[in-house]
């Protein structure tokens, strides 16, 4: 019997829940909310949190499109190397295929010492193979783009709680914000993001302003891309 390491899954997970629900959402940035005369006010142009909204979201959009660069890289490692892996015969005389050299360590028995030790040098010569072909595409060097981008997300993220709003296009952008990070984690049916999409369209109509996206239009677009 052929068993696979459940924790390969686990291992080569890059960021594909941060995509999840993202892409017909991002191209909707800003509000680009206007007034009833059809044009932004000076006080506006000047938020700063409508001027922090917009660095984040860019900021955002540019993670999501190196977490598809990632994806993609991460595709073709698989399919021209494999993810590395080495079979292994346990003391009981069961075939496993182990994707670690954790789960490789966990299989090690004095029974299987001669049969471990081939494993293992199958599967370092893998690895090899893998992290010569990540050096030539750039895999790896893209996961660290994508942290350093996150790093600078989460640090704009941070400031939008001292940040206030001085016009009603900043309070939409800070909501705004709020959901489309918020409902990546969480189902954006539970508690607080109905509550905070319904205070996104009070405003929009007690303001009668006209926005890009409508929150509940695009939460139904994201749902139906989970």
Known sequence: MDDSDDSMNLFFITRRRLLT??????????????SLAGELTDGSA??????????????????????????RLETHLARIV????????????????????ESL????????????????????????????ADAEIGYSRTDELIRQSETVEGALLDDL?????????????????????????EHPDDFPWP????????????????VATNPSSEKQQNSQSR
């Open 82 to 101: 494999g993810f590395p892996c080495a079979k292994v015969r346990l003391a009981d005389g069961t075939d496993v295929t182990l994707h670690s050299i």
């Open 21 to 34: 629900g993202t892409a017909t959402g991002a191209a909707a940035w800003p509000f680009q909310a206007k």
């Open 195 to 210: 509550h905070i999409r319904s205070v996104l369209n009070d405003l929009v109509r007690l303001h009668r302003l006209d």
């Open 161 to 185: 709680p001292q940040t206030a709003a001085t016009s009603i296009e900043g309070i939409l952008a800070k909501l705004k914000v709020i959901l489309r990070d918020g409902e990546h984690w």
């Open 46 to 71: 000047a938020d700063p949190a409508l001027r922090l909204c917009g660095s984040w979201q860019r900021i955002h959009d540019e993670t999501l499109a190196l977490c598809r660069e990632q994806q």
């Open 105 to 132: 360590n966990d299989a090690h028995s004095p029974e299987n010492e001669v049969e471990w030790g081939r494993a293992l040098a199958d599967f370092v010569a893998h690895q090899a193979r893998w992290d010569a």
